[in-house]
Every structure is written in C-alpha cells, then in structure tokens.
C-alpha cells in the first residue's frame, strides 16, 4: 500500500473512535498486545505503508511490534546497530517529523539502517515517542513508501495513538 495523498487526507470519526478503543483495550493485555493494536491502527488510519513500535520501559524488557515482517526486520536491526529514528526518538522524547530516507541527514545519522530501509522499498520516516508521566517509554515509526512527510492531522494522530498506548501499558509494567 502506497498510502493516500497527504494533503487530502481525512478520518472518519468511527474508525478514529475504533481505533483508540481497539488500543486501550489491548493494552489492558499486556504490552505487545498493545503495541501490535497501536501499529495495526496507524497503517489502516494514516495510510502509512507500515509501521513498528518499541517499548522501552524503565526497569522492564523492550517489546517490539511491527505491522509487517520487512518493518520488523528493519527495526531489530537498528536495535542491534544502536542507530535509526526510533532510537533518536526515545533518547529525545521528541517527534522526527518527516525525514526522506534520501536526504543526507538521514544518510549520515543513520547509515545502515537508511540503506536497509530504502532496500526495503521505504523512502521516508516518521517517529513519534510513546509518552507516559512526562517521559518517553518508546516509540513509533511509520515509514512511507512516497518521500513525503505525513500530514499534521495525520502526525497528531498517530502521536495521539502513540500516548493512548503507552498509558495504557506503563502502569501495567511498572506494578
């Protein structure tokens, strides 16, 4: 799925609503429950080509969920090489709003996983942090397959869903 034009993008009041309960009810089972929920949601609300969360809590393991195999993929390396926007996002606690996987910037902050991700047929990324009490606890990246960034509705919407989820889960980790 290449994704919907940015600029004429639209949710339905529904389908949002669908989402969030979706969301805070998986997290009530637990961490990659909701995570899977979380990156699920964001691939059929924002018209992103995929998605992957990673939640990092303090005192707690790192759980990773991706909509697909290849995002999956993609982001168990960047764990391992210790680079790429999800990193960047958790250790800031702020968004990476759009970077072309073309741009130098991205070429130069994130060496393997730009080439892995752009063998992979993605051409731009988004990261968002999951935020609970002030801190980010992880993140979620949504990668295009169009060099475009997302929308600021659309932006919004997934940060929106990104916190639902992690305080829905923090809790549950922490007792």
Partial sequence: MRGVPYEAYQVDSER???????????????????????????????????????????????EVAASDPRCLRLERAALMWGEGPGLDCRSSATAIKGVPLAHPYARANWPSYT????????????????????????????????????????????QHLADATALGVVPRVRG
């Fill in 16 to 62: 949002l609503a669908t989402a969030f309960v979706e969301v805070a009810d998986a997290a009530v089972r637990g961490g990659a429950q909701a995570l899977g929920a979380l990156v699920g949601s964001c691939v059929s609300l924002l018209g992103v080509a995929s998605a992957v969360a990673v939640l990092e809590p303090p005192a707690a393991r790192v």
């Fill in 115 to 158: 080439e892995m991700a752009r063998g992979l047929g993605f051409a731009c990324v988004v990261a968002v942090p999951l935020r609970a009490s002030g801190r980010a606890v992880g993140s979620l990246s949504l990668l295009s397959e169009r060099s475009g960034p997302l929308g600021p509705l659309q932006l919004r919407l997934g």
